[in-house]
């Protein structure tokens, strides 16, 4: 059975002529194509060079090029309708073969896919919504894609970052897969011989963009410097705000400041083995990826109280930020850093566990279980 996906995920030419994607997502697909005869992956193809997370697809994968289209110029904006036009005609034409489909919501792409999937007449199909379901602190364009799935437009089951309870039944809640049952027995190694009776390790772990709060962060972190209980601070990532982060993270003079930019799964894994706290602190998320699998390595998290996050963080394994202001991430961090070294360890184990729940196994039995059926998948 073939599964066509489509997606805003960004991909690039490679130099040996193929092609690589944002790495996580890319992640997730290659599990699914263990269900999978064949994956069509209809996704923009970028020009420039891959950044360092981006992977490669397993075999039974294809990526089909869509037009990227948006940008600060005229021209750029102009080049949306003709974008459009292109990738209207190519999504039509993949609605119209047999098989499974999958869209992955929200993207400005979805304004034309999820209309064109309501008069296809495709008949196999799952949505998956990875922004906030709840939030309100969302872009109005993202707003109208929520409505337009929680009230059932496309007639087929959308899977959702925390279920509300007056959600209909097609909805789903799925939690975001991101480690594997083998990732975990590895990370429970590290984990055993972590210390955390001594100075402490903070990651982030995320874009350097305003909507993700390294500012606030290290705003936050900073009037800690004197005391000295932190040791670094790892920042993983990139994006608009890096020559900004560069400025403050030079005013730091006890808490060394890493700046590693995009990293590959496995350098950023030693990382979370050598980090006692993972802060995210978002205006809007789903359920983020990089929260549970730092949770896998004892990393502590500490996000925004948003969205899903509550259902799954509380002060047994973690830390809810009621607002991501700087001076709640430095009272936050401050807490923990004077806590105990069993305390911390405690909590990490509570983490470990909790990251059990978002393995890509867990997500395929359910896919199979309450999706797609286990007589429609040819192994």
Same mark, same amino acid.
């Given at each position: 059975m073939r599964?066509t996906i489509?997606s ?9 002529g193929?092609v690589?994607?944002?790495g %996580?997502t ?7 194509a263990?269900l999978f005869s064949?994956i069509?992956?209809?996704? %923009? ?5 891959a950044?360092k997370s981006?992977l490669a697809?397993?075999a039974?994968v @294809?990526?089909?090029p869509?037009?990227a ?10 080049g949306?309708?003709?974008?459009a036009i292109y ?5 039509w034409?993949?609605y @119209? ?9 929200p ?8 209309p064109?999937l309501k008069?296809?007449?495709v008949?196999?199909?799952?949505i998956?919504?990875?922004g906030?379901w ?5 872009p109005?364009?993202?707003r ?8 059932n437009?496309?007639?087929f089951v959308?899977?959702?970052n925390g ?10 809640g799925?939690?975001?897969p991101c480690l594997?049952?083998?990732e ?6 590290d ?5 955390y009776?001594?100075k ?7 874009q350097l ?7 606030n962060l290290?705003e936050?972190?900073? %009037?800690l ?9 790892h920042?993983?990532g990139?994006g608009?705000?890096r ?5 403050i993270?030079?005013?730091f003079?006890?808490?060394q ?6 990293l ?5 894994n030693l990382i979370?083995?050598n ?10 998320e ?7 699998e ?7 998290p500490v ?6 996050l509550?259902e799954y963080i509380n002060n047994?394994n973690g830390r809810?930020l009621?607002?991501n202001?700087p001076?709640q991430?430095?009272?936050t ?8 070294g069993?305390e911390?360890k405690?909590?990490?184990s509570?983490?470990l ?7 890509y196994e867990r997500?395929s039995? @359910? ?7 286990l007589?429609n998948i040819?192994?």
């Amino acid at each position: 059975m073939r599964l066509t996906i489509i997606s805003h995920t960004p991909h690039y030419q490679t130099s040996d002529g193929g092609v690589s994607g944002w790495g %996580p997502t890319v992640r997730e697909i290659n599990h699914l194509a263990g269900l999978f005869s064949e994956i069509i992956h209809l996704a %923009p193809l970028l020009e420039g060079e891959a950044p360092k997370s981006s992977l490669a697809y397993v075999a039974n994968v @294809r990526h089909v090029p869509l037009r990227a289209s948006g940008g600060k110029s005229f021209l750029d904006k102009a080049g949306v309708l003709k974008a459009a036009i292109y990738n209207s005609f190519i999504i039509w034409r993949c609605y @119209r073969e047999e098989g499974w489909f999958h869209l992955r919501a929200p993207a400005n792409i979805m304004f034309y896919a999820l209309p064109l999937l309501k008069f296809s007449g495709v008949k196999h199909c799952w949505i998956k919504f990875a922004g906030s379901w709840r939030d309100l602190n969302i872009p109005l364009t993202y707003r109208w894609q929520r409505h337009w799935l929680r009230n059932n437009f496309n007639s087929f089951v959308v899977t959702v970052n925390g279920r509300l309870p007056d959600d209909p039944p097609h909805v789903l809640g799925f939690e975001n897969p991101c480690l594997s049952i083998s990732e975990i027995e590895d990370a429970k190694l590290d984990f055993s011989n972590k210390d955390y009776t001594g100075k402490i390790q903070i990651c982030f772990v995320g874009q350097l963009e305003p909507g993700k709060g390294v500012m606030n962060l290290l705003e936050g972190i900073l %009037p800690l410097d004197a005391e000295s209980k932190v040791h670094s601070l790892h920042v993983i990532g990139d994006g608009s705000l890096r020559g900004e982060v560069e400025a403050i993270s030079n005013l730091f003079k006890n808490i060394q400041v890493h700046l590693h930019g995009y990293l590959q799964r496995h350098e950023i894994n030693l990382i979370y083995a050598n980090s006692h706290i993972n802060i995210l602190p978002s205006e809007s998320e789903g359920f983020p990826k990089v929260i549970a699998e730092g949770a896998a390595y004892g990393a502590i998290p500490v996000v925004t109280n948003i969205s899903s996050l509550s259902e799954y963080i509380n002060n047994s394994n973690g830390r809810l930020l009621t607002s991501n202001n700087p001076e709640q991430i430095r009272k936050t961090v401050k807490e923990l850093i004077l806590m105990n070294g069993n305390e911390l360890k405690l909590m990490a184990s509570n983490a470990l566990e909790l990251s059990k729940q978002f393995t890509y196994e867990r997500y395929s039995a @359910r896919i199979i279980r309450e999706i797609v059926g286990l007589e429609n998948i040819h192994l």
